[in-house]
């Protein structure tokens, strides 16, 4: 899904190079002044913006009959419920900030040739989703200021990124509280991997519940993976065939939540009479599941929007009030959830 700027012909990037040369100074920084960031010299500034002029350079939000600016929007992979929710929520607000989107993954072009790429096209910014950033790449991005907003990022940031992600934590306590209320006390986790903040904050959030009710954290019926349906499924036929299994499960995604439900089909019990299955996120394929799934819903829409209002932001030099956005989550009840049929 690729929406090419119609505004930023090719010869334009090879003019801005033209000008870094001539005018002694780095393509990133003609880039800046472009964008009228406010982070170079008053001399410097004068100097590229009289080469501009003079080489006719225009930019392109500034042209009367020409598209909108460009974003790129890069992903891990574009696999999987969740990426799709968010592609759709970057790309429907996008078109509401008259921007134009170019998506990529890191799978086989790495987070500096994106930003490699960023600089290339002279695009607006960069949002990365779920991605692990390098030192050197985040060093870059500081010293540099270089327009990026991280969503859901697998490590925390430096403070100088914005990022954005929801309420993981209390989002699994929430869902977790919900399996309690409906008098299971026996409860295990599918969860995501130590090194994902939101997989982390996720099961503290779990645990965090059992804490309140007095229930004890059980390793035996707790397993991490990737938030990967196949992964999901293995380690769901272990849990259900543990010595105690649980009575319930929550699900630290769609994708796991789905992994859960085909082991306890596998194992022959039902879903939710044998075995009640919460998940998180709330994609499309949530509501579709065989039962349909009682989930923590994730804003995906907001999500998109608000990554895609923060990085315009940050690209005319106006950083967000706080590093760290927290969307709040909502809990979503169908068929998946119910109370145990004995109490164990």
């Not at 119609?6 to 040369?21: C, D, E, M």
């Not at 891990?76 to 134009?100: H, K, M, N, Q």
């Not at 697998?154 to 934590?169: C, E, K, M």
């Not at 995906?300 to 956005?325: C, D, K, Q």
Request: hydrophobic share 45%.
């Amino acid at each position: 899904m690729t929406v090419q700027d119609k505004g930023q012909p090719a010869g334009q990037y090879g003019l801005l190079t033209s000008i870094a040369q001539e005018a002694g100074v780095s393509p990133s920084t003609v880039s800046k002044v472009v964008h009228r960031r406010r982070d170079v010299g008053a001399k410097t500034r004068s100097r590229v913006e009289e080469l501009l002029a003079r080489h006719g350079y225009v930019r392109p939000w500034d042209r009367e009959s020409v598209a909108s600016r460009q974003i790129i929007a890069v992903f891990r992979d574009l696999s999987g419920p969740y990426t799709l929710e968010v592609v759709r929520g970057i790309v429907e607000a996008a078109g509401e900030f008259d921007v134009d989107v170019l998506t990529g993954t890191t799978s086989r072009r790495s987070i500096s040739q994106w930003l490699e790429e960023c600089v290339a096209l002279d695009a607006a910014g960069l949002i990365i989703v779920i991605s692990m950033l390098a030192d050197d790449d985040q060093r870059r991005i500081v010293e540099q200021r270089l327009p990026v907003v991280l969503v859901d990022p697998l490590s925390a940031p430096s403070a100088d990124i914005p990022s954005i992600g929801v309420t993981n934590w209390s989002g699994a306590r929430d869902a977790v509280q919900h399996l309690l209320g409906l008098g299971h006390t026996r409860v295990a986790m599918v969860a995501g991997r130590a090194h994902s903040l939101a997989g982390a904050a996720r099961l503290h959030g779990y645990r965090a519940a059992l804490e309140e009710a007095g229930i004890v954290y059980d390793p035996a019926i707790v397993g991490s993976t990737d938030f990967d349906y196949d992964e999901a499924l293995a380690v769901g036929l272990r849990i259900l065939r543990t010595e105690r299994p649980p009575t319930a499960v929550f699900a630290a995604s769609d994708a796991q939540a789905l992994g859960v439900l085909e082991a306890a089909r596998q194992l022959g019990l039902r879903v939710p009479d044998d075995l009640a299955v919460m998940s998180f996120d709330d994609t499309l394929v949530a509501a579709m599941a065989s039962p349909p799934l009682s989930a923590v819903r994730q804003p995906f829409e907001e999500l998109g929007r608000e990554a895609t209002r923060v990085l315009l932001s940050v690209s005319e030099g106006r950083p967000p009030a706080s590093p760290r956005i927290e969307l709040a989550t909502e809990l979503v009840l169908r068929a998946s959830t119910s109370g145990p049929r004995n109490t164990v």
